[in-house]
């Protein structure tokens, strides 16, 4: 064996190590597949990040998820694949485009689509760069070789293959339908691209006076300029104000056309006047009504948010000015009743930031009812797949019941085109509604079937739109594998083991990869469902691009380091699901939770530092495992705690509490091996006694042990301390090393509750030698009484020695409990059934001691009067936010425990 590096730096520097192993693992493809790998196999399809630029600190989060349960399976042996990519986004990117033109005095019609896609990959290949970069930075172990984008040839194919079979199945069809409109991007979006936002508005009340002179008819609404296309106004059949009007018909204002009162159960009799009124071209509610009662369709918008010539003298003028002149003509000609504060919900496009407009349009839509119930069929029957937390199955189960046909086309350039062709010569080169189109899979296939339609050769042309970026990402979990081909890594792989995620996404991406996965493989196309929680700024709000408040991971990462990142985001996650908040002053950058997580890689790198000077040039593997036979308590109590910590972290990671294992990682290394063990065991290091050897041997074997159970949350610098370590070549990684593996027979749970107590008492004792202001190297006599036996056995046959050592104290008596009422100038405390006294005549200045004591209490005193007085007056208690009181309340308490110890404490002391 030869060593890689001779030693570790005095200091830590992550920016060198991290680069230096990110390097190796992508040169020698560490992390690369084998589908002849015998293990059992683990995959995960990376959620592809969109190509919109940069990953934000939710990417990064979600990456060390999947990270730390990438490399875990892979060190328990399994065939891991983490298959990276990327998600074209057709209207994020879309949109992005049309901002940058804008600001060049352009549009893309300028441009022309040839044009416009090429710059559209242009910005692809910057923006995926970017990301590839930020992976790498991030330290995530997936396999470079196999890394997919929803547009390229593979997957493509896979979108055209799709769209085909659903056709050719019945379950695609298109048809006019009201769809919702982005005036922004001037395309349709589906329903899980429409984010309902609260708002404050108006309800305007407006008469629409009967044909016959007999009166009028009062309705209400919020879209006041939608009244331009009204073809009815309904009523409840069963409402008894206002059956004499069914039948009979309305003159609308403004316009002057004549319309039908209809009756339909729809109305609620109690909203408004019961009276509403119904545009079917502007509200899918209306839309129904209107097919139901064959009402005209009359649409008044344009794409782009005007008022087309259905409007009148409207006409051309944007709909938000429209609304404002309609109410204003309504008002002269004595139509409005009056207008009221009305707060509802706005529908929004989710890319484009601006209210949609329910739209008539011809598009292209799935029927989905044969999808979901399909894919219900799995949950119900076989729980397939499982959420976690469980949680989130009805919240998931709830969307397929309702979900409605799925508009899959888009109005945009840059996207899969959709594989459909019409004749030109049949429709004048224009697409109307009745349009025939010729679906097939190539330019070529389309030709041959339209000529088996029509009679003749006839020239085609494609159908300019492209599809919804869901329905290709819907495939990405067996796509990316080589579907439709039956590939090996398709069979090896599929169906892939966790998707993780965030709740904000199941229904779009999760429902539509179950429904896809379902239908084309017959297998839902993952088993776990890992739903995590979002990341939050430091004022508990949820970090977005467009709100301004999101964090470059990177920014972090270069003050940090990537693996105290990583290790916060992980650390931090306090269940699944839930948000995290992460600390961070903008002003410089600075993250208190990072910080922390940083000191403890300076512990980790320390500490293990420490450990490597004592073992005498020796590795682990030439000084040998430690013999059961040969072990201390000491040795025996840190074994038997860190097999408890394997089988722990083990067990949480396997269910998904990774927040929970890494907290448990960091609790044992820093308290139990580096406060407790290295503490225990350095005088026999330096005494070279006949036990050097096995503590030696301990050390190493549970500080290798440790670098592998922490290497999936940490693994630059675990990768670095290791190797170091065992001085193995850097051809070996430790990321490929097994995962250990607990081993029952070293736990011994009543020794850990021995050392519980001892470590406790050595504790208790260092805190009172602080508090009475013993020096350091005071040496001090102290007593321990009990009424337990077992207690008192322990500590004398286990516990004297390390009291002695750790507690420094010359003379230590432990005994049964006795009366301590004749000891002058003690000071005491307790553990548990233990009390122990320490007496302190001879070791520090009583006199000097009893004034501090009683400068303290009186300061505190004081403090107690005034926190009092504070929340005696009713006004400060009445009126004060509620968080307020609480902290001073909280302030007392605090105050009057502190007060006690130290009364308690001077009690103790006579002059």
């Not at 790998?37 to 600190?57: A, E, F, R």
């Amino acid at each position: 064996m030869t060593a890689s590096i001779t030693n570790l730096p005095s200091v830590y520097d992550p920016t060198t190590t991290e680069a230096k192993w990110q390097k190796i693992w992508d040169d020698r493809q560490v992390y690369k597949a084998d589908p002849n790998h015998p293990g059992k196999p683990y995959c995960i399809v990376i959620p592809p990040p969109n190509v919109t630029g940069s990953l934000h600190m939710g990417h990064a989060f979600e990456s060390a998820l999947i990270d730390v349960l990438i490399r875990y399976h892979r060190m328990l042996g399994d065939n891991t694949l983490w298959l990276p990519g990327t998600d074209h986004a057709s209207i994020a990117v879309h949109t992005i485009l049309e901002k940058q033109l804008k600001q060049e005095g352009k549009t893309r019609q300028d441009l022309g689509r040839d044009r416009f896609l090429e710059r559209a990959w242009e910005w692809k290949e910057l923006s995926k760069g970017n990301i590839v970069n930020q992976l790498k930075r991030l330290g995530v172990s997936v396999d470079w070789s196999r890394e997919r984008f929803t547009m390229d040839e593979g997957l493509s194919n896979a979108v055209v293959e799709e769209f085909t079979r659903l056709y050719d199945e019945g379950l695609i069809y298109r048809g006019k339908y009201l769809v919702n409109w982005c005036p922004a991007t001037q395309s349709a979006v589906s329903d899980l691209e429409v984010e309902s936002k609260e708002v404050d508005g108006n309800l305007w009340h407006f008469r629409y006076p009967l044909s016959d002179g007999s009166g009028y008819v009062e309705v209400a609404t919020t879209r006041p300029e939608t009244m331009l296309g009204d073809t009815a106004v309904a009523v409840n059949p069963d409402d008894d104000r206002y059956q004499h009007l069914i039948g009979k018909t309305l003159q609308l204002p403004i316009v002057g056309r004549e319309i039908p009162v209809i009756a339909d159960e729809f109305v609620d009799p109690a909203f408004g006047t019961g009276c509403v009124k119904v545009t079917p071209a502007h509200d899918p509610n209306d839309f129904a009504m209107g097919q139901r009662h064959k009402l005209p369709m009359v649409n008044i918008m344009n794409k782009d948010g005007t008022l087309n010539e259905n409007a009148g003298e409207f006409q051309g003028q944007d709909r938000f000015v429209a609304r404002k002149n309609v109410v204003k003509r309504l008002e002269t000609d004595g139509f409005l009743v009056r207008v009221e504060d009305y707060k509802h919900s706005v529908p929004y496009s989710d890319r484009g930031k601006v209210p949609v407009e329910p739209l008539l349009s011809t598009q292209w839509f799935v029927k989905i009812r044969p999808l979901a119930d399909k894919t219900l069929e799995f949950l119900d029957k076989q729980n397939s797949p499982q959420f976690v937390p469980e949680r989130w199955t009805k919240v998931y189960r709830d969307w397929l019941v309702k979900l409605t046909d799925w508009c899959i086309s888009r109005q945009l350039w840059w996207g899969h085109q959709i594989p459909a062709w019409f004749a030109v010569s049949e429709t004048n080169g224009e697409i109307t509604d009745d349009t025939p189109f010729v679906v097939a899979k190539t330019e070529a296939e389309a030709k041959e079937k339209a000529k088996a339609q029509f009679g003749i050769d006839v020239k085609l042309k494609q159908d300019p739109d492209v599809l919804d970026t869901w329905f290709s990402s819907g495939l990405w979990p067996f796509s990316t594998l080589g579907w439709p081909q039956q590939t090996q890594d398709l069979a090896t792989y599929y169906p892939t083991s966790t998707l993780v995620t965030g709740f904000d996404i199941i229904f779009f991406w999760v429902a539509r990869m179950t429904m896809l996965g379902g239908h084309f493989t017959g297998e839902m196309p993952f088993k776990d469902v890992y739903i995590h929680g979002l990341v939050l700024d430091e004022n508990g709000k949820k970090m977005s691009k467009t709100a301004g408040n999101g964090i470059d991971p990177l920014l972090l990462i270069d003050k940090y380091g990537t693996d105290a990142l990583r290790y916060t985001l992980v650390k931090e996650v306090a269940g699944a699901g839930q948000n995290i908040r992460l600390e961070y002053k903008r002003e410089t950058d600075e993250s208190p939770s990072v910080e922390a997580s940083r000191n403890f890689t300076n512990k980790l790198w320390n500490a293990s530092r420490f450990v490597m000077m004592n073992l005498k040039g020796l590795t682990p593997q030439q000084l040998g495992q430690p013999q059961v036979a040969d072990l201390e308590a000491a040795d025996r109590w840190i074994i038997s705690r860190f097999q408890q910590t394997v089988a722990q972290t083990r067990d949480r990671i396997d269910n998904y509490g990774l927040g929970e294992a890494a907290k448990g990682l960091y609790e044992f290394f820093w308290g139990d091996f580096c406060d407790w063990y290295i503490e225990l065991v350095k005088s026999r290091l330096q005494a070279e006694l006949p036990s050097s050897k096995v503590a030696r041997q301990t050390l190493a074997y549970v500080l290798e042990g440790i670098l592998k159970l922490l290497h999936p949350f940490m693994p630059h610098i675990t990768e670095e301390i290791w190797h170091t370590l065992t001085q193995i070549s850097d051809r070996e990684i430790l990321g490929l090393q097994l995962y250990p593996q607990a081993d029952e027979g070293l736990i011994d749970l009543e020794l850990e509750n021995s050392f519980a107590l001892i470590t406790t008492a050595i504790g208790k004792i260092r805190n009172l030698r602080a508090e009475s202001d013993i020096k350091p190297g005071a040496k001090i006599h102290v007593i321990l009484q009990s009424e337990n036996n077992s207690e008192l056995d322990i500590l004398t046959q286990i516990g004297q020695v390390h009291i002695l050592d750790l507690a420094k104290a010359e003379k230590l008596e432990v005994q049964p409990k006795q009366d301590t009422n004749s000891l002058e100038n003690v000071i005491s405390g307790v553990v548990g059934t233990v009390e122990i006294l320490i007496p302190l005549s001879g070791v520090v200045d009583v006199k000097a001691l009893r004034s501090k004591l009683e400068k303290n209490l009186a300061k505190i005193e004081a403090e107690i009067q005034s926190l009092s007085n504070r929340l005696n007056n009713p006004k400060f208690v009445n009126k004060a936010p509620e968080e307020v009181v609480k902290s001073v309340r909280d302030a007392l308490q605090e105050a009057q425990t502190q007060a006690e110890i130290l009364r308690d404490r001077l009690r103790n002391l006579t002059e």
